[in-house]
């Protein structure tokens, strides 16, 4: 009886890494499609595609509600730091 031996190749992985908040905070910068300093809940759709969210348009709609302090339904540099507490409290990760 022949055996025949099978030899697999190990693929690389993708390790997922917590974001640095600048990480974070550069994705989001870089999703301000209309370079006016804030996001809309449109540009923070798209973001959040891009970081792998399954629901975007609502997790857009939360990151407004928990990061949009002043309620004008825009993220300012001011509430920035809010909406980069939220991402990492939810889970957003990078890929090295």
Do not use: C
């Amino acid at each position: 009886m022949v055996r025949e031996i099978v030899v697999h190749k190990m693929l690389p992985q993708k390790i997922l890494l917590p974001p640095s908040d600048n990480q974070l905070r550069n994705i989001f910068k870089k999703y301000d499609a209309n370079n006016d300093n804030q996001l809309s809940k449109e540009e923070l759709k798209k973001a959040f595609a891009y970081l792998g969210s399954i629901i975007p348009g609502i997790r857009a709609n939360r990151a407004l509600h928990h990061a949009d302090v002043n309620k004008d339904g825009f993220i300012n540099e001011g509430e920035m730091d809010e909406l980069v507490k939220y991402a990492v409290r939810v889970g957003f990760n990078v890929t090295a």
